[in-house]
Each structure stands twice: as structure tokens, then as C-alpha cells.
């Protein structure tokens, strides 16, 4: 598992990536609203919302870049860079309604299908899927290693794949009148949005709920600790992703007896074992002597240090 030194490839250029992003959805936008309240289209103005959101989604992320490098202070020890996992699930659960309504939408539009209002509205949307495919390609390498950018690019997406429904179905009716191709599409393109939704707001979650990297067994990691000469035990371990990048383990060891002479150089190999092994480069580790280990410990949490004694 990476712990996140590659992502920091060049952030001014990152951030120049998103912000040119948002101007050129904030301009289509405008555009659009403008365009639909001279031509009387609300057509128009729905697409232009649609667009507005994909420019929010962007700002949230781009917000969330910018808190995240802020240094570690009083109020945040840990820092701000769980900011982007939030952003991240923010922008994933609108994602998530948007699907949900478009399957609404579609399903209406079965019951009772809609004339499509001729070819103005297939450019708009010819209009809309470029700025779409350039948003994309600004932050497309970007968001392999930022599950905060993931989250704007696949709002990106989603919206692209409005466009080109909205091409292709309006087509398809001004030449056909194939009236039902247009919920249909719809359909295909709520159940490819909820399918990557629910798919990448798994992991994030898990981020939030402190859960262990997926990629890494937590057992793994305790038995490597056992296995480092010296130790006799490990229990209350926390083990935990920071963020999407790194990972933490807060545990309590026992030193074997006889070694406690020896402790700080077998907490020094578990590190460096743990660093080697998994990339884990933020370990907090409590000491105990054998004679003096917690009473009946339990493998994983447990209960405050204050209330045990330690060697």
C-alpha cells in the first residue's frame, strides 16, 4: 500500500487543473441559463443546472485540497486531510440522489413519453458533452491517487454520459420518433451512476469509520509484531487508515521478561518491520513488561491507560 508520496506531484498544477475545471463548467452555465431565457427552453436551463452541479462538485474538492495541507495545529492534531474524504463523500451521496432521481424521471417518462424539443437541444448537449470530455481530461490523472478528486471526476462522468443519452435519444426521435429510447438510456445511464457510487463510497466510509486498510490484514500485521524477537504479546490495537494513503497502528506490547533492558530496541525493529512490511510509518506503541501486562487483555481496543500499571 503507497502511504501518499506519490500524490504529491506537483499541487499548484493540480490546483490549476481543477480551477480551469470549474471556470469552463461555471461558464457553460452561465451560457446556458442565458441561452434558455432568450430562446424560452427549459430544456436548456435543466442541462445548465445539471452542469452547475458538476462545477459545485468540483469546488468542494477543490476546497478540500487546499484545507487538507493545512499544518497540524491544537485544534487538529492530525491535521486536515480527512477533509477530502468527507468532500469525497459528499459529492458520492449526491451522486447517489442524482441516480435515484433520474430513475424516477425514467420511469415517468415510460408511463407517459415526452417530445423532444428538436435539434437545439441535441447541440446543447454536443456543447455540454465537450466541456464535459475537457473536465475530464484536466482531471482525469488526478484522480487515480484522490479519492476526493474520484468523487468530482465521476460526477464528470455521469454527466458526460447525460450528454451523449441526450444525443443520442434525441437523434433517434427526431429521425424515428422512437420516443421510449430516451428512458431507456436514462436508465442505463442511473444504474451505471449508483453502481460506481455505491462501489467507491465503500471505502471511504471505511475511512471515516476508522476502519483497517482493505488491502492489508490486520492479522498479518499483529503476527509480524509477535514474531519480532523480544515480544512476547501484543493487544488493544488500533489499526486504522489515516487517510487514503497511509495507515496507523496504535497497539500495546509486551516485552518478554528478562528483555525489558532491550525494550527500546525491539519497539526501534517493530517499526522498522512494520515500515518494510506494510508501509506503516505512524506507530504508537505502549511497552509493558511481562510481569507487569494488562489483565486480561482483548486483541483489539480496549479500555484507557490509565487504569493499568506498566513496567
Same mark, same amino acid.
Given at each position: ?7 504529491? @506531484? ?75 474524504? /468527507? ?41 455540454a458533452l465537450i466541456v464535459d470530455a475537457v473536465t475530464a481530461a484536466l482531471t482525469y490523472a488526478m484522480s487515480k491517487s484522490s @479519492? ?17 443519452? /441526450? ?27 449508483l453502481w460506481q457510487s455505491f462501489r467507491e463510497i465503500g471505502p471511504v466510509i471505511r475511512i471515516l469509520m476508522l476502519g483497517s ?11 509480524? /509484531? ?86
Open positions: 500500500m503507497g502511504h501518499g508520496h506519490h500524490h504529491h @506531484v506537483d499541487l499548484e498544477a493540480g490546483d490549476r487543473r481543477v480551477f480551469a475545471a470549474i471556470a469552463v463548467n461555471m461558464g457553460l452555465t452561465v451560457a446556458q441559463i442565458v441561452g434558455g431565457i432568450v430562446s424560452g427552453s427549459l430544456a436548456l436551463i435543466a442541462d445548465a443546472l445539471h452542469n452547475f452541479s458538476d462545477a459545485i462538485s468540483l469546488i468542494i474538492a477543490f476546497g478540500a485540497r487546499k484545507i487538507a495541507r493545512r499544518p497540524r495545529d491544537a485544534e487538529m492534531t492530525f491535521g486536515y486531510g480527512r477533509v477530502e474524504v /468527507v468532500a469525497a463523500l459528499i459529492n458520492y451521496t449526491t451522486l447517489i440522489v442524482i441516480g435515484l432521481y433520474l430513475l424516477y424521471e425514467a420511469a415517468m417518462r415510460f408511463a407517459d413519453p415526452q417530445p423532444v424539443e428538436g435539434w437545439l437541444i441535441v447541440i446543447i448537449a454536443g456543447i @479519492v476526493n478528486i474520484r468523487a468530482a471526476f465521476l460526477h464528470n462522468v455521469a454527466d458526460a454520459l447525460g450528454s451523449v443519452a /441526450v444525443i443520442v435519444a434525441g437523434t433517434l426521435i427526431l429521425l424515428y420518433d422512437w420516443r421510449l429510447i430516451d428512458p431507456l438510456v436514462t436508465v442505463l445511464i442511473a444504474g451505471y451512476i486498510p482493505p488491502e492489508i490484514e490486520t492479522d498479518a500485521v499483529l503476527d509480524t /509484531v509477535r514474531g519480532i524477537d523480544g515480544v512476547m504479546g501484543i493487544h488493544h490495537a488500533h489499526f486504522w487508515q489515516m487517510d487514503e494513503h497511509r495507515a496507523a497502528l496504535d497497539a500495546h506490547v509486551v516485552i518478554a521478561e528478562g528483555r525489558w533492558s532491550d525494550a527500546d530496541a525491539v519497539k526501534e525493529r517493530i517499526k522498522a518491520a512494520l515500515a518494510d512490511r506494510f508501509d506503516i510509518e505512524h506507530t504508537t506503541l505502549e511497552l509493558e513488561c511481562a510481569r507487569h501486562a494488562c489483565d486480561d487483555p482483548s486483541e483489539f481496543g480496549g479500555q484507557g491507560h490509565g487504569d493499568e500499571r506498566h513496567g
